[in-house]
């Protein structure tokens, strides 16, 4: 019998001074059996540094990237179905990353783990033709705050102020500074 996904709530505050975005978010997120409250925890906060400022042009949404090879684990698609936003969170193959590079006018990758730069490393002159591929790290350490902070019920406030954000749930706070990593 296969395991099912465990669902989780969280109520997302955001205030991008960044991007002049401030709206509330109630979202909801399935967490496949073999993801990790840290990876999942990426995801969330992948949406809230990614989330458009209004629904004119669509909305960027969870997708099935973890089950499904043709799908990011977000994306945004503007009203036609046309993909603008691809967002993977992790550390993707080089080949999935050119796909989705032909595919949507922008993509991002958000790393997190010990080996990010190790992966980057590896992979990065593979990726010189993307001109559309920004990828973004964040330190594990601040990854592994972020996970400490996973509820199945979650009341999350997140300000992004000159490039740092901060995730907090009443309690307590994680500063997180994603670093982009170059791609020459």
């Known amino acids: 019998m296969a ?9 997302l505050q955001i205030a991008d001074m960044d991007r002049s975005v401030y709206a509330d978010h109630a979202v909801t997120i399935a967490r496949h059996p073999s993801e990790t409250d840290e990876r999942m925890m990426m995801r969330l906060l992948a949406l809230a540094l990614h ?21 990011p684990d ?9 993909l ?13 990353l ?10 991002t990758v958000l790393c997190f783990s010990a080996s990010a730069l190790i992966w980057w490393n590896g992979i990065k002159s593979k990726l010189t033709r993307a001109r ?6 964040v330190n594990a350490s601040q990854s592994q705050a972020l996970a400490a902070l996973a509820q199945r019920t979650m009341q999350l406030q ?14 307590s706070t994680v500063e997180i500074t994603p670093s982009l990593l170059d791609l020459n």
């Open 84 to 96: 603008i936003h691809w967002v993977e969170v992790g550390q993707p193959d080089d080949k999935r």
């Open 132 to 137: 559309n591929l920004q990828v973004w790290q």
């Open 98 to 107: 050119m796909k989705a590079s032909g595919r949507a006018g922008r993509v």
């Open 3 to 11: 395991l099912k996904a465990t669902i989780f709530k969280a109520n």
């Open 158 to 171: 997140v300000t992004v102020q000159d490039g740092a954000v901060w995730v907090g749930d009443g309690a």
């Open 51 to 71: 989330v458009p400022a209004d629904t004119d042009h669509g909305t960027l949404e969870f997708a099935k990237g973890l089950w499904d090879p043709d799908e």
């Open 74 to 82: 977000l994306w945004h698609k503007d009203l036609t179905g046309q």
